[in-house]
């Protein structure tokens, strides 16, 4: 049972932070406007995808859980 109990907290904890990043991200002036970010504009459609702003928080959360699992 306690490493059930473990597991919930730490969906608990994960779900709380991935809620307060994407409440910041929109505060974040750079991203949306890096070199590399794809925009197309049609008559009707629009289509953003922030390539180079994904690559840059893929490498945070890379080396946010290298570390942590260095010093664990």
Do not use: Q
Request: hydrophobic share 60%.
């Amino acid at each position: 049972m306690g490493d059930l109990a473990r597991i919930i907290i730490l969906i608990g904890v994960s779900l709380v932070v991935v809620g307060l990043v994407m409440l910041a991200i929109p505060k974040l002036p750079f991203l949306g406007k890096l070199p590399g970010d794809l925009l197309v504009k049609r008559e009707n459609f629009t289509f953003f995808f922030p390539l180079t702003a994904s690559i840059i928080i893929s490498l945070i959360i890379s080396l946010v859980l290298y570390f942590i699992n260095k010093f664990r």
